[in-house]
C-alpha cells in the first residue's frame, strides 16, 4: 500500500516552494483548511497544508488532517529561529523531541496527557539526516520549542536556553507533536533557520524567510520521495 505523508507548514512562504513544485494539487476542505493532495512518481500520496501561526491553529490542523487522511507520518515544516551556537542561520535542526516554552509543564506531565515533552520518530528523523547528507545541507538534531511569541529578544533567548536546552524555537511544533503523539502517528519536525531569535532576529527573518523556506521545502519534498 503507498503510503501518505502529511507536510504541515504555518505561512504561505512554508508552502510556496512546495505548491509550485507539486502543481494541479486536489483541494479538499475540512475545519476551515485547505488540504492540498497530489501523488508522487513513487506513489506517495502527500497531503500539504497552511496550518497558520502559532499552537491553536497547528493543533486543529493537524487532528483534522489525522482525522480525515490517516497519514503515515506527519512532517512539520518550515523556518524556525536558532537556539544554540552551534545552529547557523540556513542551517537545519531536525526535532528530537518538541515541547511548549510558555507552559509549565507539570499541567501536562500531571494530568492528560501525561506527556509534556513529544518525541520524534526515530526513522524519520534518521531518513532527514541522511537527505540532509544528500543533498549537503548542515543538519542539528535536538529539542524543538514552541510558544505564543516570536522570539526576538536576547534576555528573553537566554531564558529559554537555560530552562529547556533548545536547538531552535518556533510558535508551532509542540502542538504538532504534541497531537501526532495523542494520535500515534510518526511525527518529525524539519526547522530551516532564518534568525538567531535574538535582538537582531526580525532583520534577519525579513533577509532569510525566503531562502530558509526554499531549502526546508526541497528537503521535505526529497525525503517524500523515499520514504
Known amino acids: 500500500m503507498n503510503k501518505k505523508i502529511a507536510i504541515i507548514g504555518a505561512m504561505p512562504s512554508e508552502l510556496a516552494d512546495i505548491r509550485a513544485a507539486l502543481p494541479q494539487s486536489q483541494i479538499v476542505k475540512k475545519a476551515g483548511f485547505d488540504y492540498y493532495i497530489n501523488t508522487l512518481e513513487n506513489g506517495t500520496q502527500v497531503i500539504h497544508v497552511c496550518s497558520g501561526i502559532a499552537k491553536v491553529n497547528a493543533a486543529v490542523c493537524t487532528q483534522a488532517m489525522i482525522d480525515t487522511f490517516q497519514p503515515d507520518a506527519v512532517i512539520n515544516a518550515g523556518i524556525a529561529g536558532g537556539m544554540h551556537a552551534d545552529v547557523k542561520v540556513c542551517d537545519i535542526v531536525i526535532s528530537d523531541s518538541v515541547l511548549p516554552h510558555d507552559l509549565d509543564l507539570h499541567f501536562l506531565q500531571d494530568y492528560p496527557p501525561y506527556c509534556g515533552i513529544y518525541p520524534a520518530d526515530k526513522t524519520l528523523m534518521q ?8 543533498l549537503g545541507m548542515q543538519h542539528h538534531f535536538g529539542r524543538i520549542v514552541s510558544g505564543e511569541a516570536f522570539i526576538s529578544d536576547n534576555t528573553v533567548k537566554q531564558s529559554i536556553q537555560e530552562r529547556l536546552h533548545p536547538m531552535a524555537v518556533d510558535m508551532e511544533s509542540s502542538a504538532v507533536g504534541h497531537c501526532a503523539y495523542l494520535n500515534q502517528v510518526p511525527f518529525v ?19 532569510f524567510e525566503k531562502i530558509a523556506a526554499k531549502r526546508v521545502a526541497d528537503l521535505v519534498l526529497a525525503i517524500a520521495a523515499i520514504l
Open 189 to 207: 519536525s524539519i526547522r530551516c533557520i532564518s534568525d538567531n531569535a535574538d535582538d537582531e532576529g526580525a532583520m534577519s527573518f525579513d533577509q
Open 127 to 134: 531518513t532527514a539526516a541522511e537527505t540532509c547528507d544528500q
